[in-house]
């Protein structure tokens, strides 16, 4: 057999032996699907209602379960939030938001949580379930 040749036969089983290995490691196939996430809950809202016209205000949002990086939802747009406490969130309306008469939908989301290393996990967002703020 000529150098050529055995070289590219070396490299030919050293091709096999790598895509063996890999395969065998099984490293696709054990990734781990993330878990439910702590579901936060609304309890009350403070203020609950605001006058329409009525200027800038901060809204309260108390409940359990809150996250860190919870994030108030008004009619389902993710808002500046700041955090309180795991029972207690609070975000700025701006007066353009109670501007004229309605109902608005606030709920709030614990947002997933990606999983660490090769095998994935970690949890999924999870939103709470919707207070009606009124505008009057």
């Known amino acids: 057999m000529k150098t050529s040749q055995t070289l590219q036969a070396v490299k030919a089983a050293m091709l096999v032996t790598l895509t063996a290995l890999w395969l065998a490691c099984g490293y696709s196939s054990k990734t781990t699907p ?6 936060p809950t609304i309890a009350a809202l403070s203020p609950s209602s605001m006058a329409a016209g009525s200027p800038a205000f901060t809204l309260t949002v108390n409940g359990t379960n809150f996250n860190s990086n919870a994030m108030v939802n008004w009619n389902g747009a993710a808002q500046t939030t700041t955090f309180v406490s795991a029972n ?3 975000m700025a309306v701006p007066a353009a938001a109670v501007a004229s008469s309605g109902t608005v939908a606030v709920t709030v989301t614990n947002p997933a949580v990606p999983g660490g290393g090769i095998y994935g996990g970690g949890t999924m967002a999870e939103t709470s379930n919707p207070m009606t703020f009124t505008v009057k």
Do not use: E, R, S
């Not at 993330?34 to 579901?39: F, M, S």
């Open 34 to 39: 993330p878990v439910a996430g702590a579901v």
């Open 88 to 90: 207690q969130v609070t």
